[in-house]
């Protein structure tokens, strides 16, 4: 009987973050990879649209504010509104899952300003206002997050003092994090990117400036591990994961730095310097697709931004200036889908 047929049992993930298959093309005579039918795109990483939340707005405006941005991946272009958060916060924590956003944590500056333990969940489908999904174990401000398929991370931040606690939600159901290891430092004013199977968290204040890239697993509760350093100390940067590298961009370490720093994900290494964002601030939310990551908002000693920069993953460049947040202001987390 002739072969008619072969089926190919091999899935691999390609550089873009997507999976693909091993087929035979008639056409070009030979076995390729073929990603038409599979776009499993990780939580870390949007195909659609990068969200910016809360933060702290420049007068008349003047403290945390709630509200929730939203702007396109496919095309460069400004933000618009599409929501507000349960309570005005800055210095959240954002997470992702495939159908909606969380912010954990934060600072309510309007009286009484307090440091707050919301998870606060918003949906990706329809512009929509955030609700009350759960508790952090300890209010906190300050932190950073990171997204496994089903659960949010929360790491680091200010109880007070310093914490390092790693904690852990679900996405299936609304319930509180629980605490599922430490990082090798307490610390505040950090970034957060992630694999498919790790969370990196990397700077940060301690309250000493570090450099530090910390590692924890996804598959089980356990502490981090310092696999690497950044270029330079710093602290408030944003962070941005690819399907193979992390990065680091902006943040302050005396005076701001405008700095994005590449570290893989495959091997235990220190980050490179790849590119600048189109200007120097700390305090930024990042984002990321399949093919760049996103810099929006931040500050600089005298001004607060609404500037959306966007860097390839593909090459090592500068960004660029490609939209507005809906308001200037800092303090900010980012969410993608």
Avoid: C
């Amino acid at each position: 009987m002739p072969l008619t047929r072969l089926n190919i049992a091999f899935i691999s993930p390609d550089t873009s973050g997507f999976n693909s298959v091993l087929r035979y093309s008639t056409a070009q005579s030979q076995f390729v990879w073929d990603s038409s039918e599979y776009s499993f795109t990780a939580n870390y990483q949007g195909s659609v649209s990068g969200y910016t939340s809360g933060g702290n707005a420049p007068a008349p405006v003047l403290g945390s504010i709630n509200t929730i941005d939203k702007f396109p991946f496919a095309a460069d272009g400004n933000a618009t509104d599409v929501g507000d958060l349960t309570q005005d916060r800055l210095g959240t924590a954002g997470q992702s899952s495939t159908t909606h956003g969380y912010i954990s944590g934060g600072q309510e500056s309007t009286p009484p300003p307090a440091f707050r333990n919301i998870i606060d969940r918003f949906p990706f489908a329809s512009g929509g206002n955030a609700s009350d999904v759960g508790d952090l174990s300890s209010n906190r401000a300050y932190p950073t997050g990171q997204s496994s398929d089903t659960y949010g991370y929360t790491s680091g931040g200010l109880v007070p003092p310093f914490t390092n606690i790693i904690e852990r939600f679900p996405f299936a159901t609304n319930a509180n994090a629980t605490d599922v290891g430490d990082l090798t430092q307490a610390r505040n004013d950090v970034a957060g990117q992630n694999s498919t199977t790790s969370g990196y968290t990397s700077a940060g204040s301690a309250p000493a400036i570090v450099n530090t890239i910390d590692k924890f697993p996804f598959a089980t509760n356990a502490n981090a591990t310092d696999v690497g350093d950044l270029t330079q100390t710093r602290r408030n940067p944003a962070g941005q994961s690819s399907a193979v590298y992390g990065y680091t961009s902006g943040g302050y370490t005396f005076p701001l730095v405008n700095t994005i720093d590449r570290f893989p994900f495959n091997t235990n290494a220190n980050a490179s310097d790849v590119g600048d964002l189109s200007a120097s601030r700390d305090s930024a939310a990042g984002q990321s697709s399949s093919s760049s990551g996103y810099t929006s908002g931040g500050a600089t000693p005298d001004v607060r931004l609404n500037t959306i920069d966007k860097f390839p993953f593909s090459t090592n460049s500068n960004a660029t200036d490609v939209g507005d947040l809906t308001q200037s202001r800092f303090a900010v987390s980012g969410q993608q889908v």
